[in-house]
């Protein structure tokens, strides 16, 4: 079983504990909605299980395997592409997780790409509010 096949069984039965083993200390998460990305395992996992709780109907469609130069230091590492559909705040999603990974096999690199933009504005403030819930961002300012 490849590094991805055990991350898409970690998230169907959303088990953080076998996602923390996956994950390298020094993840760096991408997200659609935030232009700085979520560093470090224990930011990283808080986040899962924030979108574990936020997606309604997530399912995994299809994946594809190769490589790719990872965003944080410009290395081709092995990596994968998830495709998947959900649900969250009403809206349908369809999306990416796109994985790499390091030497060990573990995720190194995590970027997510969702679409129609109407569906990631109601993601970015499901989650939001679930980070600021959990304690893990402090709430916006009010404007």
Do not use: C
Not at 54 to 68: C, H, K, M, S, V
Not at 109 to 119: D, G, I, K, L
């Amino acid at each position: 079983m490849t590094a991805a096949d055990r991350f898409r069984a970690a998230v169907d039965s959303r088990d953080l504990a076998a996602l923390d083993d996956l994950f390298t200390d020094d993840i760096r998460l991408y997200s659609p909605v935030k232009f700085t990305p979520f560093e470090g395992k224990p930011m990283v996992l808080g986040l899962f299980q924030v979108l574990l709780r936020t997606f309604e109907d997530f399912r995994y469609l299809g994946q594809y395997a190769g490589t790719a130069q990872t965003s944080a230091d410009g290395t081709v590492a092995p990596s994968a592409i998830l495709v998947f559909r959900a649900k969250a705040g009403g809206k349908e999603i369809h999306g990416i997780d796109l994985l790499h990974f390091a030497d060990d096999g573990r995720i190194k690199e995590f970027t997510v790409m969702v679409r129609p933009r109407s569906a990631v504005h109601a993601l970015g403030e499901a989650v939001l509010a679930g980070l600021v819930e959990d304690g893990l961002v402090p709430a916006p300012a009010e404007r």
